[in-house]
Every structure is written in C-alpha cells, then in structure tokens.
C-alpha cells in the first residue's frame, strides 16, 4: 500500500517511519507494563485471600465451614493446578524460542493451550460436583467459589490471549518479531499459576 | 486540533443549542417521572364521635391481591403494600381510629418486643380474626405472639406500635382480619410511621424492595 | 512487509491490508450495547438463579459495556491478531478527521485528554444537578420535597458520580494530554490501553444513570454491606460502574507508570521531571494498586447478588467488616487519587505565575511520595467506631495524622515559591490560591476527625461531610479549573475569556465558602450525613446553605458558559505561549500537529529556571533524531 | 536571608502574633459540643477545643501568608519579571517538618492519652465484666450498668440484662454511673449515637460492639443513627434519652419490667443473628 492511498484513509504518514514505534521501544514497554499490570492483578488475588483468612479467623455464627461443606476433593484441584503450571511453563518456552524457532514456539503454544484448556474443563468439572450449596455452606464456600471462579475467568481470558500467540507464531506474525510480548505474556501466565498454587494449598489444605 | 477558519456561527449556534435542549429534555423526564414523585395523600374522615377522625386501611400480600382498594398500574404488583396509599393527613389534638383489613399470612417479628400495643387508648386493640380451625373470633388484645405477626403499624415518634396478627391458614379464602384501635395526636407535625416486621420478600434480612420503597411498608402521617 | 528488521534506516511497517467488515464508530457501539444488554439479561434470567432479576441485570450491564467496546473498535486489534493477520504494533492512525474524531476511537493522547475534559465536564454536570435536587429536597426538614428512598438514590448517585469524576478529571485530560508532551514522547507506552481508560467512562456514567429505571441503590458511596445486598436492581449498577472505573484507573495507571518510566526523553532525568508528572505519577500508582481491590470485593458483592454466596452476610458465614476493610483499603488510598495530581497542578502552576524557581523540588517529590505511601496505612481510621479491633486504633490515628507532614511540606513548598515572587495575577493563579485557602480548611478539619475522641462525636456527621467536600471540590475541583485555564489554550487552541474567568473565581469562591463552612456547624450541632430530614431548628442553616449551593452551581453553569463561548464562538487562535511560561508544551506551536516532536527533544534544561539570566532553554526541540532509536531512555545529556 | 526578606518576614510574624493572640482568644470562646453529661463528652469537648486553640494560629499564618503574597509580591509593571531563583532552603525545610511532625506527635499523644484514659481503653479489659446479674447499678462494685442496645431498621430498643432483660423503646440511664454499651444489629449496619453523651458506636448485625459512658449530669440526650441504615435512617432519631437521678431510675425500670410482662423476649444474648440468614421471604 502506497504512501498516498494511507494518507487518503487519514493515516498520517508518522506511522510508515516513525522511531518511536520501534521493535525495541516496544520490547521495553512491554515488559515493564506486564510487571506493573502483574502487580494490580496481584492485589486482585489478595483480596480474595484476605477474604479467606478474614472470613476464617472471624468465624461467625460459627458458619466459616459448617458441617453441611464437604471438603472438595485435592487431586481435582492438584490436576487442575498442575495442568495450569504446565501451560504457563509451555508458554515460557514458546516464548523463549519465539524469536529463533517460530515452529517450536507454535507448537509449545498448541499444547500450553490444550493444557489451559483442559484445566478449565477440570475446573467446570469440579464445580458441577462442588459438594456444598454457596447459599448453605458458610464463609468457606463463598470463598472457594469467589477465587476459583475470578482465577477461571483470568485464565480463559489468558487462553484467548495465548490464541493470537499461536496464530501470530509464524515466520513472519507479530509473535516472532516481537518476542518481548510472549515473553511479557508469559510472565502473566507464572502469575497466574502462582496464584493458582497458593490458592491450591490454602483453600485445599488450610 | 482546531484550525482557524470562516466563522459559521449559526451552525454552531444550532449544534450547542439542540445539544442542550436534547440534554435537559432528558434531565427534566427524569427528574419528573422519578424524583418528583410522590403517593398520593388520603384525609382522614371525620367521625360523629367527638372531634375524632378514621382511616380505614387494607394490608395485602401482594397488590394485585387487593380486595378493598385495587391500585392497578402499580410499578410492583408483586410487592406486599399498604392500601390505598401510605400519606394519612389527620387533625392535630384529636382521636385518631384506624381500622386495618389485614390479608397478609404471618411472617414473624425480628424483635418480638413490637408483639405488644403500645400508645393506644386503652393500650389494647379490637381484633375480628379467625382461629386455627378456620372459626371467626373476636376480641381486645394487648400482646399476641410474635411469630403469628404479619405486619405491624408503628409510629415511633408518637410511640404507637401496633401488632397485626396474619391470617390463619384455615381462614376462608378471601377473608381478613379486621384490626381496630385509636391514638390521640399531640401537636402539628410530620411523623413517619412504618411496619416493623421484615416483610420485603426475596431480599437479605426481608428489609428490602417493600420494606424500603417509599409508598409501600411506611409512609407519613401529616398532622395538622 | 510486514515487519522490517532494524538495520539501519527507519522501520517502514505496514499497516493491517485487512480489516473488520463491520465499520467501528461510536453509532456501532451503542447499537451493540442495546444488543449486548439484551442477550445477557436473557442469559441471566434464563439461569433461574433465586434472584434472576440481579443476574440478568448483572449480566446485561456488563455484556453491554463488552459490546460497546467492541463496537467502538476495540476488539479490531486483538481479533486481527487471532484471525493471524499481519498487524503492526503501534496503533494506525485515526481513521476520523475533524470534530467526528472526538466521538470516535482515537488513539491520539491529544484527542483522548480532549475526550476525557468533555467527559467530566458533563459527569461533573450531571452530579451537580444531583447536588441541587438534594439541597433542594432539604430546604424544608419535613415533609420531603423529594421522598426519601428517592432522596436517598440522588445521595446515592451524586457520591458516585463525583466519585468518578473526582477519580479521573485529572489524570484523565491533563494527565493524557501533557504527561507525553512533559516528557517528550510521541507515543504513549500503550496507547489502546489509553484509550481504553477513556471508552470505559461513558458506560460507567449511562450505566450509573440508568439505576433510577430499577428503583435507585439507597447506600451511599460506600456501599456498606448488608444495606446493599438488600438493595433492587439499582444497586447493580454501583457494582459495574464502579468496577468499569477501577478497571478504568488500573489500565490508565499501568500505561501511565510504564509510559514515566520507560518513554522520557533523553535529558529528562528524574529530578528533572515536571512536578506535575510526579503528582501524576504517585496518583498512578494508587490508582493501579488500590483499584484491584475494590474490583475483587465488587465481584464479591456481585456473587452475593447472583450466586447467593454469603462473603457479607454475617450469619452465613461472612461478615460487612470484609466490605468495611476492603472497600476502604481501597478507598483511601483513592482519596488520595483525588488530590496528589491535583497537587501536581498547583506546584506547577505557581513557579509559571510566581515566576520562580519551584522551591525545594526535591521535598516536593519526597512529600508526594511520602503522601502515596502513608496512604496504605490509615484505611481503618473510617472505622473507628465500627467495632473493630479497637486496639489497633492508636496506631491508625497517628498514621493518619502523619499524613499531614508530608502534605504539610506541599503548603511549605508553595509558600517557599511564593515568598518574594512576582506574581501574575491571573485566573489560573486565582484558583491555585484558592485551592490553598480551601485546602488549608478541609486539612485542618481533617486532623479533628483522625484523632478517635473527637471523631466520635464527628464521624459520620456533616462534619465529616464538609470536610471531604473542603478537599475535594474546594482542593481538586479548584485545581482542575486552574488547569482548565491554563491548558485549554494548547487543548483547543481557544483561550477562555480571563475577564469572565476573574468574575468566575470570585463567584465560585465566595459561594462555595459560604455554602460549605456552615456545614461544619451543622455537623457540631448532631446533623448526621445522607438524612432526608433533620431537626426544625437547623432549616435556617440549611436553607442559608442551600441558597449559596444553588449560587455555587450557577458558578459553575457561567464556568460553562465560558467554556463553550470560548471554545466554539471565539475564532482566534490563542497564541503559542500566552502566559510566557518555560515548560516544553508551551515552546510548542498551537495548534499541536499529530506528532507532538518532528524530533525527539533533548531535555538541557528545568522548566521552573525563572530569573536566572544564562538559563538554558527547557528542551532542544531540534534534537537528533535517531535518538529515539534506542528507545527513549533518559540517559543523561552530557551539558 | 537578606534586608527584604526581613522586613518581610517581620511584618508577617508581628501580623501573626497579634491575629493570633486574638483568633485564639476568640476561639476559647466558642462552645463545642457534645458538653458535659457524662465523663467522655467532656473529654470530647476539652480535645476539641485544644484542637481549635491549636489550628487558629496554623490557619492564621496560612491565610496571611496567602493574603500577603497576593498583594506584597505581585506583578506591578507592564513586562513580566521574574522572581529571585532561590531553589530551597535545607534547613527551613528541616525546620518545618520537624515543626509538623511535633504538632502531630503532640496531638496523637493526646488522643492516645484520651483513648486510655476515659472511654474507650476499657474496651481492652471488658471481659469481666458479667451478663445478667441482677443487682444495683452502681460505680462502688466495679460492675457497670450494662445496657445492651439493639439496630434494627428503623428504631433502636435498649434491654437491662441486670433486670432481667427487659426492653424499652426509649433510653434511660441513672446518674453517676459506669455504664456499658453493648451494640448490636438485627439486619443492617446502624451506629448508635448518643449525641450529647459522647458516644458513637456502630451497630453491626452479629457483633458485641462494647463502649462505656460514665454519666456525671441529669438530663435529657438525643439518640440517633449515625450509619447509613436506609430509607427512614433519617428518622432514626429519638430526642426522648434521659439521665435521670438513680430512684427515678429504679422507679422507671420497675414499671417496664411491669410491662414487659406477657411480651415473649427471646433470653438475652449478646447478639441476634437475622432470620433467615439468606435471600428468602
């Protein structure tokens, strides 16, 4: 497309070579971006948690776990959380070999993605058979179903953002020119699996 | 960015003037249809005893159910309510006779110490009701238990609380407890009065919707 | 081409050949909202919940505001990048010319400040009309004008609405518009991100405004649980707007720190840096850090609603101190969202009207950190009669009362500037020392609320109520007028009348004094906060202050006036530097072209160097250019 | 600092001086709530009004430095001039932090001296106290008046554990006595206010919120919501509180006792939890 047909469209010519739009610049922002934007979600999760232990620590009407909560099952959670530290950990080495090998990044990516995804599978799995009502089942249930849904959330968010990586992984796509940017996003996948290991051990085993 | 050109002020003109004409139709649509509105207010009548007045009142489980005063068109037909309205103007320093027909089934009292009349005349109430065989009953009571409380008629500026009993699963279909007791008003005022059994179905702690809309479980009694 | 590898030469990247069919505007967007709104209240009642009526009003505000995104032309970026299509990194220009451009995604940091002024002007309107009908409701104690439940939701909608206003008109407009221009960037660090900050505001407005339609929310700004878990549908629309705002500070707050840290110019060290980039700054990184959790116990909230889990209601397990502690955790921490860039303006306006140096730059930055750390630690001093945990109030009170040192070292900072100056009086100058004097009342009364003796006579009062209303609208408000007066020419490219602004500042200044001082009275004399009546012998006071509220409105409304007479009526380009100030948006010419720099500037100089004669220029506008090749590091300029 | 900046400087610290003598003087004048019925309101009282003494001067100084500036230093000719390029002075600026810092230590020990001296350091000792004797009230024993005070929406009822867990609509306290709150809810936050007892706390359903008041002056108070409780939470005020003398006390607890007798109070309790505890009718 010609200088002239952009300018008709009313894109300013800035764009075709401006410095500022750079690879490098972009390699910059991003990773400072992500950590920033890693910190925010990080507060998110800490709610929750101050939730969790608030709630516990008060324990009203003597209601935090009552005797109608049947403690949900540790190895659907272990799988669940096992299968989102894979994805994150695919996802850190698609990025890593995203500059230099566009194929073996797309395929870290593809089974990140199978692994994310079945992880939502367990999760909806483990919902479907919770064994507690929210309404009846005191501070505990509120909890487990207020973090595990808001972490659910995140990483099917997380999952669509991991399909523009696949899609984006080839020779020339914007994955493998911009390595900075799965790298970024793999540091928000750890994120998340390290919030899904906390989670994993305090609302399993506390 | 805004470039130096011909004046065309009356376009101008026309674009800032529709804008703030369409903008303050919608803020006075607004303001009338939501903020301004108001139930309507019923006057006691007077009676031929002394200088003495009296409301005649309907409670209902639902509006749509009403019997004495139907309010079609009510934004909440579903609602439990006072009929016809929730404003009573009433003359001050005189006796004050309220009958009610309560329709509504018991829900209970939160604090049951509102079980018991207080600040009426003769600190008891006239009650028609029907008993748990379905029997219709009449008598003066002072105190009725708790849990068998469908509303209550309070004003607690006057201190003038007053029980009302729901109506026994085996009553007729259609029939009501008739409840009946007289305060004296003191001096010119606006007192608020409301029902202080949770009865707003459906919300935490049944305070919501009825019980915290205006025109439903509480209203103003204008003393004057 | 799609990406050129850096060689040498300048990057030539092409733009994305393909595009969504469907064409992005603003008309798009709602019309997809309508849609959106639609198909999630049918998916939340079909869920037959307890309470299908919250899910599906839950459901339609939140899907509306999806599809209003997407339909404005956020999701074109992403949806290109999932279909594999090439896409270039930075954003392609406005696809709109002319005024259009303002009504439509723009990924200009000019336009969006544009956007973002217009925007709280008119959220700043609709809660000012929300304040009228309030004073009005209580020119009489009894009966209502308004009825209560009513009169309660105007409370209600006005705390919020100013909420938003107050949490953005600054770092939104000034701070989008010259926080690039002060640091020398062409670009923002995520400039969707930007825009997405604005485009989440006009839904959380509609949305706020739509609650009358379920019967209003009667809780107040706060929220308290379990008042608000028994509220109607209205109350749906507090939990997406306020989420739709923090999601709105979150995202603003990360591209605003990365764009500070990362996009300075080269000579734009730290300590070089304006001093309302600071002010911004801090405000950012509350922003981004507090906001998440008033997010995380909205959602609670909304699940309570919807799910039925019981996070608040304390005889199922939850508890309202979990809302009471994460609300205000949030919460005070935003307070000070409000007024640290609105500390910004001030100390960057007086050195211009002053002119001098800003004195004690350094205390300044250190006061304005100070004030975003100390922040963290005072939430509990709104709960000091809630019952909770009373041992812990000694340390809350003297938290909350260190505050006032480092704002402290903000007034001494002025008065340092001030001292010996040649002040020009003009309009923005008015207001700053204005924003002094009322700052000055609302701080002070501040110190009578933090110590818990007296705060138990003055909490939850009118007291409280004037207080807030003294740092706020006397402290923030005022800043941002001062920065509308000062900015709007190299905004708009108009200068607003400075005769009409003069008579504005006294209007405002005497009104609002009026209206608010006695507000303190009332608090003393047991007038509680949100009461639709109050006692007899109060109506005088009460009706003195709302006779001087509706003489403070109609300031506003000739502030109004001014601004659109200016703006659209007046065909005169204001000059480049109408004040003869030194810093760098002013060396600039006006109108600004789409690129702020032809060159990336080399910062030589500080923007306060007044009254030294061999001062260097602020910045070298006619910089090498190649420069921003490495990035826009701040490496020192060897001078 | 050089001959301008003192004559300056001089000016301003007479003008203060003198304003301030007279500010503050004019301070002591005004009357502060909440007064003097009971030790707590006037140890309110006494703190506000140090807080005024103390702020008159600070606001003062601000304002007149304000004033001064505006007319003493600003710009009177046609060109604009600039301003001496002084960028700070370090040691005013360690002056005036530790000026700052002094004042907020000063009142922060004050307010910490309030807490445990009268009304709320209690609190951290309140679990000797016992529910339900039934004895007089009285300041000799150590044993406090308990008084238990009950939210709800839209009324407060006060019930006597130590007669028996009777209820009263309206509040009414013998003089010269220890009494403890304890504040709870049955639906929503409210916050009892007893305005000119100086007390103030919140109301939360489940909670044993405990605060004290020792009454020293007969008298009628208002009570009052002070928490955002709803529709009629401005009518949540009953002018009626009364501290009367402790036989009038007796006298009047006698007769509700009388009648209270046929109403079925559920047993004293610290708290009632709302039923139903979840969504329902």
Redesign the interface.
Same mark, same amino acid.
């Given at each position: 497309m010609s200088q002239q047909s952009q300018q008709s469209r009313g894109l300013p010519n800035l764009v075709a070579s401006a410095p500022e739009w750079s690879t490098d610049v972009d390699a910059r922002v991003s990773s400072v971006g992500m950590w920033i934007f890693m910190g925010a979600n990080a507060m998110l999760f800490v709610a929750f948690f101050f939730a969790f232990f608030y709630l516990r620590a008060l324990n009203n009407a003597d209601n935090w776990m009552n005797i109608w909560t049947v403690h949900p099952r540790r190895y659907i959670g272990g799988i669940i959380v096992l299968l989102l530290v894979a994805c994150a950990g695919l996802v850190v080495m698609g990025a890593r070999s995203a500059a230099k090998a566009p194929s073996t990044a797309r395929m870290f990516f593809w089974l990140a993605l199978l692994a994310g995804v079945l992880c939502c599978g367990f999760q909806v799995y483990e919902f479907k058979h919770l064994g507690f009502d929210p309404q009846m089942g005191g501070g505990y249930a509120s909890v487990f179903v207020g973090l595990k849904s808001v972490l659910m959330a995140e990483i099917v968010v997380a999952m669509i953002w991991l399909g523009t990586h696949i899609a984006q992984a080839t020779p020339i796509g914007d994955t493998t020119a911009r390595p900075a940017s799965a790298a970024a996003f793999g540091n928000f996948l750890v994120m998340l699996a390290g919030v899904g290991v906390v989670a994993y051990l305090v609302l399993y085993f506390i | 960015?805004?470039?130096?050109?011909t004046?065309r002020?009356g376009g101008?003109?026309a674009i800032?003037v529709l804008g703030l004409a369409a903008l303050l139709a919608l803020?006075t649509g607004?303001?009338v249809t939501?903020?301004?509105?108001?139930?309507t207010t019923l006057t006691a009548q007077p009676t031929t005893v002394g200088n003495g007045v009296s409301i005649h009142l309907e409670t209902v489980a639902a509006v749509q159910d009403a019997i004495a005063f139907p309010r079609p068109n009510d934004p909440h037909p579903d609602w439990v309510s006072y009929l016809p309205t929730t404003i009573f103007k009433v003359p001050a320093n005189s006796v004050v006779t309220i009958s009610i027909d309560q329709e509504d089934g018991a829900?209970g009292l939160?604090?049951?110490?509102w079980?018991?009349a207080?600040g009426i005349i003769g600190g008891s109430f006239h009650m028609s009701y029907f008993d748990d065989n379905g029997a219709p009953q009449a008598g003066d009571f002072?105190?009725i238990? *708790?849990t068998t409380l469908a509303h209550s008629f309070?004003i *607690?500026?006057l =201190?003038v $609380?007053v029980p009302l009993q729901g109506i026994a699963d085996a009553a007729p279909a259609g029939s009501h407890n008739e409840i009946t007791f007289s305060f004296k008003t003191g001096k010119a005022?606006?007192f608020?009065w409301?029902c $202080?059994v949770?009865?707003?179905?459906?919300?935490?702690?049944?305070?919501?919707?009825a019980?915290?809309?205006? =025109?439903y479980m509480?209203g103003?009694l204008?003393v004057q | 081409m799609a990406i050129a590898p850096i060689v040498d030469g300048p990057s030539i990247i092409q733009s994305s050949e393909r595009r969504i069919v469907v064409p992005t505007n603003i008309l798009t967007g709602i019309v997809l909202a309508v849609f959106g709104y639609w198909v999630g209240e049918q998916l939340g009642n079909s869920f037959l919940l307890n309470d299908a009526q919250n899910t599906g009003v839950l459901l339609g505000y939140s899907f509306a505001s999806i599809m209003f995104l997407v339909g404005v032309g956020f999701a074109n970026y992403p949806l290109a990048r999932l279909f594999g299509w090439r896409v270039t990194p930075q954003p392609a220009g406005d696809d709109h010319t002319g005024a259009w451009r303002y009504l439509n995604l723009s990924l200009d940091h000019k336009v969006i400040g544009v956007q973002y002024l217009v925007a709280m002007l008119m959220a700043m309107l609709f809660g000012g009309i929300g304040a009228m009908l309030i004073r009005t409701s209580l020119l009489v104690p009894d009966p209502p004008i308004v009825a209560p439940d009513k009169y309660l939701t105007l409370v209600s909608m006005h705390s919020v609405m100013m909420i938003f206003v107050a949490s953005a008109a600054i770092v939104g407009p000034f701070g989008n518009f010259f926080v690039p221009l002060m640091i020398g960037t062409n670009r923002m660090a995520f400039p969707r991100l930007e825009a997405l900050s604005f485009w989440l505001v006009p839904p959380a407005i509609v949305i706020l405004l739509a609650a009358p339609i379920f019967g209003g929310f009667q809780t107040g700004w706060t929220g308290y649980t379990p008042l608000s878990e028994q509220a109607d549908q209205g109350f749906d629309s507090y939990i997406v707007g306020f989420t739709l705002i923090g999601l709105a500070l979150v995202v603003s707050g990360v591209n605003m720190l990365t764009t500070v840290i990362r996009l300075r110019a080269p000579g734009m060290t730290w300590i070089r840096l304006p001093i309302f980039v600071w002010g911004v700054f801090s405000a950012s990184i509350l922003g981004t850090f507090a906001a998440p959790i008033l997010a995380a116990a909205l959602i609670m909230q909304g699940f309570d609603r919807t799910l039925n889990t019981t996070f608040f209601i304390s005889s199922a397990g939850g508890s309202p101190y979990l809302w009471e502690n994460l609300f205000w955790f949030f919460g005070h921490p935003e307070v000070y969202i409000f007024i640290l860039p609105a500390f910004g303006i001030i100390l960057e306006l007086l050195p211009h009207f002053a002119r001098k140096p800003l004195w004690g730059y350094r205390t300044a930055v250190v006061g304005l950190l100070g004030v975003t750390l100390l922040s963290w630690f005072v939430w509990q001093h709104h709960l000091f009669m809630s019952g909770i945990a009373p041992a812990l109030r000694p340390f809350f009170m003297f938290s909350t009362e260190m505050i006032s040192i480092p704002t402290g070292i903000v007034f001494l900072v002025a008065f340092g500037t001030l001292w010996r100056a040649r002040i020009s009086m003009s309009v923005p100058m008015l207001f700053c020392l204005g924003f002094l004097f009322n700052f000055l009342i609302g701080g002070l009364s501040g110190v009578f609320l933090s110590d818990v003796p007296s705060d138990v006579t003055l909490h939850g009062s009118y007291f409280s109520m004037a207080h807030f209303h003294f740092t706020i609208v006397g402290g923030e408000i005022f800043a941002i007028i001062a920065a509308i007066y000062y900015w709007f020419p190299k905004m708009t490219g108009r200068m607003l009348n400075q005769t009409l602004g003069k008579i504005h500042f006294w209007w405002m200044m005497i009104a609002f004094n009026m209206a608010f001082m006695p507000l303190f009275a009332a608090g003393l004399l047991d007038m509680p906060r949100r009461v639709s009546t109050y006692a007899v012998d109060l109506q005088t006071l009460n009706d003195w202050v709302s006779i001087w509220a509706f003489i403070l409105f109609a300031s506003m409304l000739f502030f109004a006036f001014n601004v659109i007479w200016s703006w659209f009526f007046t065909f005169k380009v204001a000059p480049a530097n109408p004040w003869q100030v030194r810093s760098i948006e002013w060396m600039l010419p006006t109108p600004l072209g789409r690129r702020n720099f032809e060159k990336i500037p080399v910062f030589t100089g500080s923007p306060y160097d007044y009254g030294n004669p061999g001062a260097k220029p602020v910045a070298d506008l006619g910089g090498p250019s190649d420069l921003g090749r490495r990035g826009f590091g701040a490496e020192p300029v060897p001078s | 600092m050089n001959r301008t900046d003192r004559t300056h400087a001089l000016r301003l610290l007479v003008a203060w001086a003198v304003l301030s003598v007279i500010g503050v003087f004019i301070a002591l004048q005004v009357h502060l709530p909440p007064g003097d019925q009971s030790t707590q309101s006037v140890d309110e009282t006494s703190l506000l009004d140090l807080m005024l003494v103390i702020s008159t001067p600070v606001f003062i100084g601000v304002v007149l430095f304000i004033l001064y500036s505006a007319f003493a230093f600003r710009q009177t000719g046609a060109v604009l001039e600039d301003g001496p390029p002084n960028h700070g002075n370090f040691r005013l600026q360690v002056a005036w932090v530790a000026i700052t810092a002094v004042i907020v230590l000063l009142l922060a020990v004050i307010g910490i001296s309030g807490l445990s001296n009268s009304a709320a350091a209690t609190t951290f000792a309140s679990s000797q106290a016992t529910l339900g004797t039934v004895g007089s009230a009285g300041t000799a024993s150590g044993h406090r008046l308990q008084v238990q005070v009950i939210g709800q929406q839209w009324w407060f009822t006060y019930r006597y554990p130590d007669f028996g867990g009777v209820e009263s609509a309206h509040l009414m306290l013998p003089v010269d006595t220890n009494i403890e709150f304890h504040v709870t809810s049955t639906d929503v936050l409210h916050s009892f206010w007893a305005y000119q007892l100086g007390v103030k706390a919140d109301a939360n359903p489940g909670v044993d919120n405990i605060t004290y008041v020792s009454t020293v002056n007969t008298g009628s108070f208002e009570v009052r919501c002070a928490e955002l409780c709803g529709i009629w939470h401005g009518h949540m005020a009953d002018p009626n509180g009364q501290v009367v003398s402790q036989a009038d006390f007796a006298t009047w607890i006698a007769q509700v006792q009388k009648d209270d007798v046929g109403i079925s109070l559920p047993p004293y309790s610290p708290i009632y939890f709302p039923h139903p505890p979840v969504k329902g009718s």
């Open positions: - | 960015m805004v470039v130096d050109r004046p002020v101008r003109l800032v803020l607004f303001l939501f903020v301004f509105h108001f139930p829900s939160r604090n049951p110490y079980s018991k207080q002072s105190v238990d *708790p309070g *607690p500026d =201190g $609380f005022g606006i608020r409301q $202080f949770p009865c707003g179905a459906g919300s935490i702690y049944g305070n919501g919707n019980m915290s809309t205006f =025109g509480s103003l204008v | - | -």
